[in-house]
C-alpha cells in the first residue's frame, strides 16, 4: 500500500481507516493492526482482512471502557 500522507503507521504499516471514531480507537486499531501484520507478513488479501477484523475488535472493546 503505498504512503498515505496523514495516516499513522505501526511497525511499517499503514492501517485501515478509523472512520468516526475517538483518538483512542484509532491509536489502539494502529497498534493492533501493526503488530497482526508483523505476524501475518505479505500482500495476502487474507492475512491483510483478518488483522483488519481483529484489530476492529479490539480497539471497539477498549474505547468502550
Known sequence: MPDVPGRRKH?????????NHSV???????VVYGNCRVRHPGE????KEYCAKVAHSVARRVAEK
Open 11 to 19: 511497525n511499517g504499516y499503514i492501517s485501515p481507516a478509523p472512520g
Open 44 to 47: 495476502i488479501p487474507a492475512n
Open 24 to 30: 483512542k480507537y484509532s491509536k489502539t486499531l494502529n
